[in-house]
C-alpha cells in the first residue's frame, strides 16, 4: 500500500522528502486533498498504514531510513550524526536568510532593504562555508548521496532560479561543481525537472520588466484651466467734480482788494431840520394848524 503525502508539491522540503522517497524506491502519493489540507495548516503530514508522520524534516528523515543499504542516512552512526548536523546547518544557517532574500521577491512578503542586504552577507557566509567543504569532497557526508546533499540542494534551487546569478556564482566553484553532480542524477530530475540558473541579478530584471512609463503629454495646462472667462471690471465711480483752484499768486504782486461798499456822505443835521421844518410847515399850512 502506498504512503500519502499531504504537502504543498512547490515547496522544496516537500520536494526533499520525495527525492529521498525515489532513491529508497519508496511510493509516495500525493493526492489532490493536499491543496484544501493546505488551508487548515495540517501539513505536511505522510499518512503510513501504521499512523501519522508530520513536519517536513520527520517525514524526510523517517523515509531515509527505511532502506538503510542504500546509504541515505550514512553507513553507521557517525555519518548519521554528521548528516544531522549538515541539516541543522542547511535549516538555520542557509534556509533562514535565503528565504529573506527570496521572499520579497515571489511575493510571499513585502521588501525589506536592511532586512534582505543582511540576510544577502548571511548567504554568502554559509555559501563560503559549504563551498570550503567540497573543496576536497565529492559529497557533503561520505562517499555517496545522503540526505545531507538532498536538504542542501534543494534548499539551493529558489536561489539558484531567482538570485543567484553569474556573477554571484563566480565565487563558489566547488559548490557549483557539486550543485551541476545533484541535478545530474536522475533521482532530482524526476522531482525538480530541468533547473534554469538565474542569468541576471534580481535587481537589474526588476528593472527590465518594469516598462518604461511615458510621460504623457499635459493637456495645455488643461487648455489653460478651459481658459476661464475674466470677470467684467466693476463700473468706475464717476469722479466728484474737483473744486476750481484758487488762483495761485504770483511773486510780488499783491492781492486784489474786495469792493466796498460806496457810503453815503453823512447828511448836514441842520440842513435836515430846516427841510423838516420845511415840510412841516407846508403840511400845516395845508390843514391850517398853527406852528410855533
Not at 501504521?50 to 555519518?79: E, H, P
Not at 510571499?108 to 557566509?125: L, M, Q, S, Y
Not at 536522475?186 to 538565474?198: N, Q
Request: glycine residues 6%; contains cysteine; positive net charge.
Amino acid at each position: 500500500m502506498p504512503m500519502k503525502l499531504y504537502a504543498h508539491l512547490e515547496d522544496y522540503k516537500t520536494q526533499r522528502a520525495l527525492i529521498a522517497a525515489k532513491y529508497v524506491g519508496l511510493e509516495v502519493e500525493t493526492p489532490p486533498a493536499s491543496a484544501k489540507a493546505a488551508q487548515t495548516g495540517k501539513i505536511p503530514v505522510l499518512e503510513t498504514d501504521k499512523g501519522c508522520i508530520f513536519s517536513s524534516t520527520a517525514i524526510a528523515r523517517y523515509i531515509s531510513r527505511i532502506c538503510r543499504s542504500v546509504g541515505l542516512y550514512g553507513q553507521n552512526i557517525l555519518d548519521g550524526g554528521m548528516i544531522d548536523s549538515w541539516i541543522e546547518f542547511c535549516t538555520n544557517d542557509l534556509e533562514v536568510p535565503l528565504c529573506t532574500w527570496i521572499f520579497p521577491i515571489k511575493g510571499i512578503f513585502g521588501d525589506n532593504p536592511e532586512a534582505t542586504a543582511c540576510a544577502k552577507e548571511d548567504v554568502k557566509r554559509a555559501l563560503t562555508v559549504l563551498d570550503n567543504h567540497l573543496l576536497h569532497s565529492t559529497y557533503m557526508v561520505g562517499h555517496t548521496m545522503t540526505l545531507a546533499d538532498i536538504s542542501v540542494c534543494c534548499a539551493l534551487i529558489d536561489g539558484m532560479k531567482l538570485v543567484f546569478d553569474p556573477e554571484f556564482r563566480k565565487g563558489f566553484v566547488n559548490l557549483m561543481r557539486w550543485f551541476d553532480l545533484c541535478m545530474a542524477q536522475s533521482e532530482f530530475k524526476s522531482i525538480l525537472g530541468e533547473v534554469k540558473l538565474c542569468s541576471a541579478s534580481a535587481s537589474s530584471s526588476k528593472k527590465q520588466a518594469a516598462p518604461n512609463k511615458k510621460v504623457a503629454p499635459k493637456k495645455e495646462a488643461a487648455a489653460k484651466k478651459e481658459a476661464a472667462p475674466k470677470k467684467e471690471a466693476a463700473p468706475k465711480k464717476e469722479a466728484a467734480p474737483k473744486k476750481q483752484a484758487a488762483p495761485k499768486k504770483q511773486k510780488g504782486q499783491a492781492p486784489p482788494k474786495a469792493d466796498k461798499p460806496t457810503e453815503k456822505p453823512a447828511e448836514d443835521p441842520e440842513r435836515a431840520r430846516k427841510d423838516l421844518l420845511k415840510k412841516v410847515k407846508k403840511e400845516g399850512g395845508k390843514r391850517g394848524i398853527e406852528i410855533e
